[in-house]
Structures are given as C-alpha cells and as structure tokens.
C-alpha cells in the first residue's frame, strides 16, 4: 500500500474505504470488516451518513491495531460554528467508540466553518485530531481559508473522475501543501464510466478492471481514492491496484475525458446550497 505524506508529516493510506450511502449498519459493519480484511486502512465516514456507530463496531472487533487504521469522519453544516463543531466531534468520536480521529473534516464549503476551524487546530494541538482537513472546497474558497487560519488544511476531499479531472483544483493544492482526496472516483456510475471506450482499452492493455483503471489514474496523480462497494467482489478488485502503474500515453488519453466541470456536485449552485441545508 503506498501513503502520502501530509504537510505536518503524517502520512495517510493512498487508497481507503468510503462508507457513504450504506445505511444498514450490519451491513455497514460488516462490509467494512471485509475491507479491513482485504487490506484497506483508511475508512471515511461523515456524521450525515448515519454510519458511524456502525464502523466504530467494526473497528473494535476487526483485530487490527488502532495505530494502524486512518479514521475519518465530517461534521455537517448543521454542525458548523465553534461551539456547535465541538459537540459534533465529541458526538462522533462517541459513535466510533475512539480515543482520536486520524482525520477531520469541514463537510462542505457552507455556514461558519470559520468557527469550525478554530476548534478543529485546537483540537489538533492537544492531539485528538492527527489531521484536519476540508471537503468540497473549490480553490477560491480553500486559498482564502489558507490565508485566514493558522493551521492550513491538510487534506480537501473532491469530486474526482476521469469525467471531472480537476487538473488545476489539484495543482492548486499541491501548491498549497494540501493532499488532494477523491470522492466519488468511479463519477457514481454516470456517464457510463464502466462502458467508456478509452478506459475499457486501456484496462485490457492491462487485464485489469476500468475500476482499476480510474483508481491507479488518481493515485499516479498524487490524489488519495476512498471507492465504496457493499459486494465482496468488488471491495477485492478495488484494493488489486498496486501491480501495475499507466504510462504516459494511457495517463494522456485518459486526460482526454475531461468535461471541465462537476458532475456529480456544484457547490457554487443556489439549488445545491438549499438542497444541503435541508439535509438533517
């Protein structure tokens, strides 16, 4: 398993396990259960997912080492401002059963993250948070919160496929010293991902999947992937991504699918900001 390093030297699984949308909490834990038996160390949760107890019972009867796993979770834009982002992790770090979180994040761009913010470093300077982070920052958004904190993001989660390359969102980042993190790498299935022509070409170059394909495609380009499946199958193939890396000519084809713009989730979009805040 490859890891990047973080800008304050912790570094976190280049692939992990995402756990959105899996509202059984049986099922939830015990699809996580199989990824941590297949080799994942990275789970992404958020408060809004409804899952969290569900992945911290699974955390305790896993038989890893905590040290060993990366745990993330978000708190909402409900849960934005000081006071309110506090309770949020304290109520999170309860339902994962944890002592600390490897990772927190601001879940979107919305309400007085500002506030969040501040709790968040303080909550990293006394160690309960290894890392803090941001989702669904576009680069206005995160180089002004860069400018305007003390502790700079370490991590932005976005949406990123081969249909929504976020070339420049990511040079941004890297610049920044922020990791980029891929929700949704597979675009949810749109667009007909699994079917395209130049991914399927290209997994056949390499008897490999167009899942795997589109995984090692983020991870050449120093973004981290959190792939989500409930069937056991797929949680395996997902992980089967570290015996091949793409050459130059299939990383520049690939490149050729880009449409510029979000599929999945504008944040800047006044129906998404409405529809977000009805979300409880």
Not at 64 to 85: C, D, N, P
Not at 96 to 106: A, K, Q, R, W
């Amino acid at each position: 398993m490859k890891h990047f390093k973080l800008h304050n030297n912790a570094f976190m699984p280049a692939e992990g396990f995402g756990v959105f949308q899996i509202g059984d909490l049986e099922q939830c834990k015990n699809v996580v259960l199989e990824a941590v038996k297949t080799g994942y160390r990275l789970f992404d949760t958020a408060s809004i997912y409804g899952n969290e107890e569900a992945v911290g019972n699974a955390i305790q009867e896993c038989g890893i080492s905590r040290e060993k796993l990366f745990i993330t979770t978000k708190a909402w834009v409900h849960e934005m401002g000081y006071e309110q982002t506090k309770q949020a992790f304290d109520n999170s770090l309860k339902r994962l059963n944890l002592d600390y979180l490897d990772l927190y994040l601001v879940h979107m761009p919305y309400g007085d993250y500002y506030g969040s913010w501040r709790v968040m470093e303080e909550l990293y300077r006394e160690g309960s948070i290894r890392a803090i982070g941001v989702c669904n920052f576009e680069p206005d958004r995160l180089l002004d919160l860069c400018n305007n904190c003390e502790i700079r993001p370490m991590v932005n989660q976005i949406e990123i496929h081969p249909f929504s390359q976020k070339s420049e969102a990511i040079a941004q980042m890297q610049e920044l010293g922020v990791q980029p993190q891929a929700w949704a790498p597979f675009a949810e299935g749109e667009s007909e991902i699994f079917s395209n022509p130049v991914l399927l070409q290209i997994a056949e170059k390499y008897n490999k999947s167009v899942a795997q394909i589109t995984l090692q495609w983020n991870i050449q380009r120093g973004v981290v992937v959190i792939p989500k499946s409930v069937r056991s199958e797929r949680i395996k193939e997902n992980f089967d991504i570290w015996n091949f890396s793409l050459d130059t000519q299939d990383m520049q084809q690939i490149a050729t699918l880009d449409n510029g713009q979000s599929l999945i989730l504008d944040v800047r979009s006044t129906y998404e900001v409405e529809r977000i805040f009805n979300i409880k």
